[in-house]
């Protein structure tokens, strides 16, 4: 599991609903909405199931990632107000930061010696 590929779902995950809010509305106007909001709501359901069960895994603390820089795999946390982040065992906090969080960052845990 890479971590960045799946916080980059989450992030974009409003964009696969709205063009399925905009195929309901207006899809029968349009041949190309329609069709993509059909894709979007195919991708939709795919990431949903796969969200289902990435969320049982978390929910029984299986749920690893691999760190976007050094591949090792850490667990993921989360929480509502700061989203979700991973801990790597080499390069520390692996969260967004940035426009609108969009860079991941790694950010090493202070040294406590
Ligand atoms: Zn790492």
């Not at 809010?21 to 359901?45: C, E, H, K, P, R």
């Not at 069960?53 to 795999?73: D, Q």
């Amino acid at each position: 599991m890479r971590f960045s590929f799946w916080y980059y779902i989450g992030k974009f995950a409003w964009v696969l609903f709205l063009l399925i809010v905009l195929d309901t509305i207006y899809g029968d106007q349009s041949l190309w909405l329609s069709t993509l909001g059909a894709m979007a709501m195919g991708l939709f359901v795919f990431f949903g199931i796969i969200g289902m069960i990435l969320g049982i895994m978390y929910g029984t603390g299986h749920l690893r990632m691999r760190c976007p820089f050094c591949k090792e795999s850490g667990p993921l946390e989360s929480s509502k107000r700061e989203g979700i982040w991973m801990e790597c065992p080499r390069c520390g906090i692996i969260r967004g930061s940035g426009f609108l969080g969009l860079v991941l960052e790694a950010e090493r845990p202070i040294d406590e010696s």
